[in-house]
């Protein structure tokens, strides 16, 4: 790997976690568990039936519960502890398994399952147990927490730091997502732009394939753990 490389961006997808038993969003079927993604990741979706979607990502929280992190994880982990410069890894996964596998040079951009997002304050409070509607915000008071999962139509978190890692970065490897949700498909594009070299790491090519400079195919739980040791040789 080039010796020049000094800031390392990672976004990551639900591809990653599939090794550890997780579903993927887009299945063959183009559901989510069972779920058309507009009835549980949309707020209009949590204003017409807030039991359905409130379950829902109760049943995903539970989940954690019986998974682990994977080699990718690990791998992800190991370089966050031993990489000198500047990494930043962006997921679009709201499971816990790269910060459980030790990351934490990290970014939720699209919420966290043991969170909860009060509607009423803004307050963000760490939540482990169910989510029923309408559970008291602890730092307001109101009953206004749900999920703290950004819908579509919301803005992912923390865009400016990514968009500025982004355009310092000398490396972008996306791992584990089909690059069709905006603005995370674009991130490639940025990173291109201002001059990064991009990877891609997947088991088949993405949406956004023809952007990458070199596109890598197979389980991620292979992929990611080579590329670290190449990164750290
Ligand atoms: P998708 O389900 O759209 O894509 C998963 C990707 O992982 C696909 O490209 C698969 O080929 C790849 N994949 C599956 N198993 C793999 C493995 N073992 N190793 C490597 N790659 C594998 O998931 P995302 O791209 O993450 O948004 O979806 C993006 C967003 O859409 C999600 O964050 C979610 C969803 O709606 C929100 O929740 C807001």
Excluded: K
């Amino acid at each position: 790997m080039n010796p020049d490389i000094r800031t390392i961006v990672i976004l990551t997808g639900a591809g990653i976690s599939a090794e550890s038993g997780l579903a993927t969003f887009r299945g063959p079927d183009g559901l989510w568990e069972g779920h058309r993604v507009e009835d549980v990741c949309t707020p209009q979706a949590l204003r017409r039936d807030p039991a359905l979607v409130h379950r829902f990502y109760d049943e995903r929280r539970a989940r954690l519960a019986q998974v682990r992190p994977n080699a990718a994880h690990e791998a992800l982990a190991a370089l966050d502890r031993a990489w000198p410069g500047e990494l930043l890894i962006v997921t679009q996964n709201v499971d816990d398994l790269h910060e459980r596998a030790g990351a934490t040079r990290l970014i939720h951009m699209h919420g966290e399952l043991r969170s909860a997002l009060c509607a009423a304050c803004g307050a963000a409070v760490a939540w482990e147990a169910g989510l029923p509607p309408g559970s008291i915000c602890p730092g307001c008071g109101q009953p206004a927490l749900r999920p703290d999962i950004v819908f579509f139509g919301e803005m992912p978190y923390d865009m400016d730091r990514i968009e500025d890692a982004l355009a310092r970065a000398d490396l972008f490897v996306s791992v584990g997502t089909s690059g069709a949700v905006y603005p995370a498909a674009g991130f490639v594009q940025t990173a291109r732009h201002y001059g990064a070299r991009t990877i891609e790491l997947n088991l088949d090519p993405s949406a956004g394939s023809i952007w990458f400079d070199e596109s890598r195919m197979g389980p991620a739980s292979l992929l990611v753990p080579a590329l670290v040791h190449e990164l750290l040789a």
